[in-house]
Structure formats: structure tokens, C-alpha cells
């Protein structure tokens, strides 16, 4: 079972703030650092602004040493796709292969209205094409070159450099789209998430999604199966308490929806979304200063999980 830390420094995080996470990430044993992808806070100041997804992973590329780094996820309305399979790949070059890369449409008008980015209509035929255009360029072989004629991107004679370290990086897809998700995760995902979804919701997106799969003629083993979901543990009733009040959240509401109560309580819940196929686990941490939260879930959950 993996557990990772999953982050959103929208809401008011800076760079070092994340590295104090990322490295208590590494040290207490968790598998990798996520964070989102947004310019633009949802709730609150989000004091001191937003940091740029890709330049914090290639900082925290060169300050850790083992931990996986990624994104849930990586918008697609923000980067053009030829420009994000560069930057991808050299973030997995300084980071000596540990990138994982998750790519969604995008879907926070205001974000892009604030900073001036085009909002298309049309965001899942783009996302399409610029999962093809990504995984072609990374795939195709040194020495050879890459084109792609699409309703929205073209290119001709790319080098389709660089190369990431490694020899293939694992794509994340996610959503709840009942049909095309499926089956662009059948076509490119290594990792299938649901977000934010309770037991039933992902059971049934799981299920799509292993259908989809079995279509395309993939072995059923090559899909990984994720859950991303906000975290709350306490030792006791009053530090769950402490912890849901201070991310501005309910403790009944989180226990619904999250990750929330006790460590057992917590083990349990996991426990039963495993029992749907998920085997890894983006912990939405929305407290970035209680680096304490994060040492019990290593000392008292990871260790139940086996």
C-alpha cells in the first residue's frame, strides 16, 4: 500500500514551506510529494500567491533523493503539450527518474481569467491530443523525429528532445467521466485516480474503468488504482477535533469523506477502499505547518497497512 502526501499550495504556500513537507515526506518513509496544479486560491488570501507546479518539482528534484514527484493534476489549458514534454523531462532528469506525470483539462475558469490564460470550450478532444503528442514525443526514438496533425496541435519534424531519464513515465489520469475518461486511461494511464469520491462513486469508476481497459486488451494488472482524499488524524477525539477546525472543515464531514478520526478508524476506511482495487492513496494535507500530523500517520497508520 502506498501512502503519499498530496498538497495545495494555492491556498497559501511558498516554496519552502513545501520543501520542509517534501523532505518530512522522504524522511518518514511515504512514497512520494504530489501537489496540485492552480494560480489561484480557492478559499482565503492564500497569502503569499500561488508557486508554479513544474519549477517547485524541479527544485525538490534536486533537494530529495528517493521520494517519487508529481502532480494531481498537471492542467492542461496551462502548458502547450510540445513545451510541458520538455519541462516533464527534465524534471525527471534532475530528479534521476522519479516523476510521475498526471494530466487533466483543466477546469477552474477563474484562475485563468486572473492570470490571463485562455479558457477553451472544447478541454477534453485537447487533452486528448496532448496526452498523444506528449507520450509520442517521449517515445519516439533518439535519432528520429515526431509529427502529429491534430484538430488543435501540429507539429512537424520535432527531435522530440529531451528525453526523460526514464524509459517510461508513468502517466496518471483521473475524473468521473462515465465514458471518454475510461477510455483515455485504457489508452495512456498507468494510474487510474478517482478524486475526492466516496466508496460507491469509486467502485464504480473503478469498474469502468477495468471494463475499458479489458477493451483496449490491456492486461488488467497494468492499471494502478488510486484514491486522492483529505487526511485528518488524531490520537484522540480532541486533536481530530483541533486539526479538522483549523482547515475550517467538520469532523463528522471528513469522516464521511475522507480520511478522518483515530489512526484505526483511519486504517479501516483504507481498508475498505482497498477492498475495491485501490492500492495507493494521495492524502490531501491542508495543514502545511503540522508536520506532526504527518509523523503520526507514519508512526500509526502506514504501519497497519503492511
Same mark, same amino acid.
Given at each position: 500500500?502506498?501512502?503519499? /502526501?498530496?498538497?495545495?499550495?494555492?491556498?497559501?504556500?511558498?516554496?519552502?514551506?513545501?520543501?520542509?513537507?517534501?523532505?518530512a515526506?522522504? @524522511?518518514?518513509?511515504?512514497?512520494?510529494?504530489?501537489?496540485?496544479?492552480?494560480?489561484?486560491t480557492?478559499?482565503?488570501?492564500?497569502l503569499?500567491?500561488?508557486?508554479?507546479?513544474?519549477?517547485?518539482?524541479?527544485?525538490?528534484?534536486?533537494?530529495?533523493?528517493?521520494i517519487?514527484?508529481?502532480?494531481?493534476m498537471?492542467?492542461?489549458?496551462?502548458?502547450?503539450?510540445?513545451?510541458?514534454?520538455?519541462?516533464?523531462?527534465?524534471v525527471?532528469?534532475?530528479?534521476?527518474?522519479r516523476?510521475?506525470?498526471?494530466?487533466?483539462?483543466?477546469?477552474?475558469?477563474?484562475?485563468?481569467?486572473?492570470?490571463? /490564460?485562455?479558457?477553451?470550450? @472544447?478541454?477534453?478532444?485537447?487533452?486528448?491530443e496532448?496526452?498523444?503528442?506528449?507520450?509520442?514525443?517521449?517515445?519516439?526514438?533518439?535519432?528520429?523525429?515526431?509529427?502529429?496533425?491534430?484538430?488543435?496541435?501540429?507539429?512537424?519534424?520535432?527531435?522530440?528532445?529531451?528525453?526523460?531519464?526514464?524509459?517510461?513515465?508513468?502517466?496518471?489520469?483521473?475524473?468521473?467521466?462515465a465514458?471518454?475518461?475510461?477510455?483515455?486511461?485504457?489508452?495512456?494511464?498507468?494510474?487510474?485516480n478517482?478524486p475526492?469520491?466516496?466508496l460507491?462513486?469509486?467502485g464504480?469508476q473503478?469498474?469502468?474503468?477495468?471494463?475499458?481497459?479489458?477493451a483496449?486488451?490491456?492486461?488488467?494488472?497494468?492499471?494502478t488504482?488510486?484514491?486522492?482524499?483529505?487526511?485528518?488524524?488524531?490520537?484522540?477525539?480532541?486533536?481530530?477535533?483541533?486539526r479538522?477546525?483549523?482547515?475550517?472543515?467538520?469532523?463528522?464531514?471528513?469522516?464521511?469523506?475522507?480520511?478522518?478520526?483515530?489512526?484505526a478508524?483511519?486504517?479501516?476506511? /483504507?481498508?475498505?477502499?482497498?477492498?475495491?482495487?485501490?492500492?495507493?492513496?494521495?492524502?490531501?494535507t491542508?495543514?502545511?505547518?503540522?508536520?506532526e500530523?504527518?509523523?503520526?500517520?507514519?508512526?500509526?497508520?502506514?504501519?497497519?497497512?503492511?
Amino acid at each position: 500500500m502506498d501512502l503519499r /502526501i498530496f498538497t495545495e499550495p494555492q491556498q497559501g504556500a511558498d516554496y519552502d514551506t513545501l520543501l520542509k513537507v517534501a523532505k518530512a515526506t522522504e @524522511e518518514l518513509g511515504f512514497d512520494a510529494f504530489f501537489r496540485s496544479d492552480h494560480y489561484l486560491t480557492m478559499g482565503g488570501a492564500g497569502l503569499p500567491g500561488p508557486t508554479d507546479a513544474w519549477i517547485t518539482l524541479a527544485g525538490l528534484a534536486r533537494e530529495t533523493s528517493r521520494i517519487k514527484l508529481g502532480t494531481l493534476m498537471t492542467a492542461g489549458t496551462f502548458r502547450l503539450p510540445g513545451v510541458l514534454a520538455i519541462q516533464v523531462a527534465q524534471v525527471d532528469a534532475m530528479s534521476g527518474g522519479r516523476v510521475e506525470f498526471g494530466l487533466g483539462a483543466g477546469w477552474f475558469e477563474a484562475e485563468h481569467t486572473a492570470y490571463g /490564460i485562455p479558457f477553451p470550450k @472544447e478541454k477534453f478532444g485537447r487533452l486528448a491530443e496532448q496526452l498523444a503528442v506528449i507520450t509520442g514525443l517521449w517515445a519516439t526514438p533518439v535519432g528520429e523525429t515526431f509529427d502529429f496533425d491534430g484538430e488543435f496541435y501540429q507539429l512537424k519534424d520535432s527531435p522530440a528532445l529531451p528525453k526523460p531519464a526514464q524509459a517510461k513515465v508513468p502517466v496518471l489520469i483521473g475524473g468521473m467521466g462515465a465514458k471518454r475518461t475510461p477510455e483515455l486511461a485504457a489508452r495512456y494511464a498507468d494510474e487510474f485516480n478517482v478524486p475526492f469520491n466516496g466508496l460507491d462513486a469509486t467502485g464504480t469508476q473503478f469498474g469502468r474503468v477495468r471494463e475499458a481497459v479489458a477493451a483496449a486488451g490491456r492486461p488488467a494488472q497494468s492499471m494502478t488504482y488510486s484514491n486522492a482524499l483529505v487526511v485528518c488524524v488524531g490520537k484522540d477525539d480532541a486533536e481530530v477535533a483541533r486539526r479538522a477546525a483549523v482547515i475550517g472543515r467538520e469532523v463528522d464531514e471528513l469522516k464521511e469523506n475522507g480520511l478522518a478520526g483515530s489512526p484505526a478508524e483511519v486504517v479501516e476506511k /483504507i481498508g475498505r477502499y482497498a477492498e475495491l482495487g485501490a492500492t495507493r492513496f494521495y492524502l490531501q494535507t491542508l495543514d502545511l505547518s503540522d508536520l506532526e500530523h504527518l509523523e503520526l500517520i507514519a508512526s500509526q497508520v502506514a504501519p497497519q497497512l503492511g
